[in-house]
């Protein structure tokens, strides 16, 4: 293709990409990228457009300055160099559309900056960094495998930690976060997302700068400084991406040329009526490489190490939060969103190809299958997804008075016939603890001293439980307000008793975790999975077997999930030795009552449970126990 002064074309190829849908790079191509020879150079698509100009602070926003023009290739992309444009400067498109006299400024929708909101302009930005985390890059294959530990802390920048009530930028946060998730012993952390997003209390979950961390808490490259840093202490980051909707502010994505560019036109297919939000024509080619490239600039120019996208049910179901009537079926007459299914594992394909060293995370809220298996067994492509039923089962189950529990002792052993089906990691995230749900702790029944106890327990069950672990930042230290984007933390609570003692559990438990291969090695096969004790529904108790590869020892598990100590409790075990106690949740140190042990028990030669040796153990009243296996 001819190469004009502005701006390089796309070639041939990419034009063929870019309409077919699989484009991956469309960032290097469109938006506003300086320019040698000075200026800068802009593409934007349009095809719907009568007229584009680029309108900034150069030009006093006039928009017959820096007019744009089509691109012969037929792509519907407009474009120009604006030769007095500058570094740091702001600017929009100015678009007036064939349809109706409808002319609108939009921010550009591959901008790599914005300006800090409430203002909606973009901002000329280059993306340069010297990265300093290569021994990270080089070894992070093995670190996001599925057969390595993943404990996830899941972080709301805005307000995990403020300073004198405002903002942290990302490199004031990025030491503070480090140090934190470092002691308290997490492999990853996992941030609501960040992308540029017009209002605060979406937690950037309507998002409009699809290719721009938010300015609220700094530059480009001071997000790349916070990954940097995480990743040199040896943090992975995973980031909440969002290609399931977009808000409908005017100088967004929607009505972006006078047309439905980027929604459907037919709002039962358009717009979505729990979220008052657009949906994204995933039948649009276009459309889909816009996202694709999303999905893959974080990766490639953030190092991000993995994507957790957000809301897929609501891109799977036609028929999602819609009544009779309210949904088109697809061509088959079913409610799957066939072009979401197709977007979604093109997006994976394109993922591990690209960065095989990095993992997607779905959060899907059914029965979908294959969510987590690859394109070329039919399934959706993602590495891991959410285990929303563990969630619902487990908090319904802990929030019974424990007289009640016998009578749902199926919510907690209920997870264990569909774990296998997917790769699933366990989220206690910020979702259970908003809008009227309560706080962790306060979910807890019983008098406060309980109320601790059922949490540190239900934290134990989860870090053995197969599955990795995800944990929404304050529910470490049982906060015991339910969380707000308005302000930080309670961290101030961290000095009192029961919940410093929670704090410090979870820091061991991640250690215990980490060190243990058999508490995660075979997290996604039932070879790493035994029960022992699943139908003990009269006196709430749970025991398994956790099992590694390679001849790592077996970890044995108790739960007790009523405030009754009890003695004696005879366990079979797969083999003779010493059981070693490496977690007691009802240990002192943690805020217990310090019924336990003493360190651990050797079996003995009697059969119980179908195994030819038995431990006899006290179950502290509320508490889950982790034993190893040492050999006699």
């Known amino acids: 293709m001819p190469v004009t002064q502005q701006l390089s074309e796309p070639e041939a190829q990419d034009a063929y990409l870019f309409r077919e849908g699989t484009h991956s790079r469309l960032y290097d191509l469109m938006g506003c990228h300086l320019s040698k020879e000075g200026g800068a150079r802009f593409a934007v698509w349009a095809p719907n457009a009568e007229s584009v100009s680029v309108v900034g602070d150069w030009n006093h926003w006039s928009g017959d300055a820096d007019p744009l023009t089509p691109s012969p290739d037929g792509t519907g992309i407009w474009l120009g160099h604006a030769p007095h444009a500058a570094l740091g400067q702001t600017y929009k498109y100015r678009i007036r559309s064939r349809f109706s006299g409808y002319v609108v400024d939009k921010a550009d929708p591959f901008a790599f900056c914005a300006e800090h909101p409430p203002a909606t302009a973009s901002r000329i930005c280059d993306l340069s960094y010297e990265w300093n985390d290569g021994e990270w890059m080089a070894t992070r294959a093995a670190r996001n495998a599925l057969d390595a530990p993943m404990s996830v802390y899941e972080v709301h920048l805005g307000s995990w930690r403020r300073r004198d009530g405002h903002f942290m930028g990302y490199r004031e946060i990025a030491h503070e976060l480090a140090d934190y998730v470092k002691h308290m012993g997490f492999t990853h952390v996992e941030l609501m997302p960040v992308t540029e997003h017009p209002f605060y209390g979406s937690w950037g979950y309507q998002t409009t700068g699809y290719f721009a961390p ?124 066939l072009e979401a299914i197709d977007f979604l594992q093109t997006l994976n394909r394109a993922v591990y190809r690209e960065h095989p060293d990095t993992i997607t995370v779905a959060e899907e809220s059914t029965a979908w299958p294959r969510v987590s298996r690859p394109t070329d067994m039919d399934g959706l492509g993602f590495g891991e997804k959410w285990n929303m039923g563990w969630m619902h089962d487990v908090l319904a189950y802990m929030k019974e008075e424990p007289v009640h529990r016998k009578y749902h002792h199926h919510k907690m052993t209920f997870s264990l016939v569909y774990a296998f089906h997917e790769n699933f990691v366990l989220p206690l995230s910020h979702d259970e603890v908003v809008h009227g749900k309560g706080s962790l702790l306060n979910k807890m029944p019983g008098d406060p001293w309980q109320q601790f106890a059922n949490l540190r327990a239900l934290f134990g069950f989860m870090w053995a439980h197969p599955g990795k672990k995800l944990l929404f930042m304050g529910g470490e230290f049982g906060q015991r307000r339910e969380w707000t984007h308005d302000g930080e933390l309670e961290w101030w609570v961290c000095d009192l008793e029961g919940h410093a003692g929670l704090q410090w559990l979870v820091s061991q438990l991640n250690r215990v975790y980490r060190g243990a291969p058999a508490l995660y090695q075979q997290d ?109």
């Open 214 to 337: 938010t300015a609220r808490f700094g530059s480009p490259q001071d997000f790349m400084y916070l990954v940097d840093h995480l990743h040199q202490n040896g943090i992975g980051v995973l980031l909440d991406w969002v290609p399931s909707h977009f808000p409908t502010d005017e100088h967004g994505l929607a009505f972006f040329d006078g047309t439905h560019l980027y929604e459907h036109a037919d709002p039962r297919q358009g717009f979505h009526p729990e979220w008052n939000s657009s949906i994204f024509n995933y039948g649009r080619a276009e459309v889909r490489s816009f996202l694709v490239s999303s999905g893959l600039f974080w990766l490639d120019r953030y190092h991000l190490d993995g994507l957790r996208v957000d809301a897929v049910a609501s891109m799977l179901y036609l028929d999602y939060a819609r009544k009779h009537g309210e949904w088109i079926p697809n061509r088959h007459g079913g409610r799957e969103n």
């Open 524 to 632: 996604f096969t039932p070879a790493g999975f035994e029960w022992v004790v699943a139908d003990d529904a009269e006196r709430s108790v749970f025991a398994f077997v956790r099992k590694a590869r390679d001849g790592h020892p077996p970890l044995l598990v108790v739960s007790n999930l009523t405030p009754v100590p009890r003695t004696n409790y005879v366990l079979g075990v797969p083999q003779g030795g010493y059981w070693r106690e490496l977690i007691n949740t009802d240990a002192v140190e943690f805020g217990g009552s310090g019924w336990g042990n003493l360190g651990g028990v050797e079996s003995a030669p009697v059969r119980s449970h179908g195994r030819m040796q038995s431990v006899c153990i006290t179950l502290p009243p509320l508490s889950t126990l982790i034993f190893e296996h040492r050999p006699s």
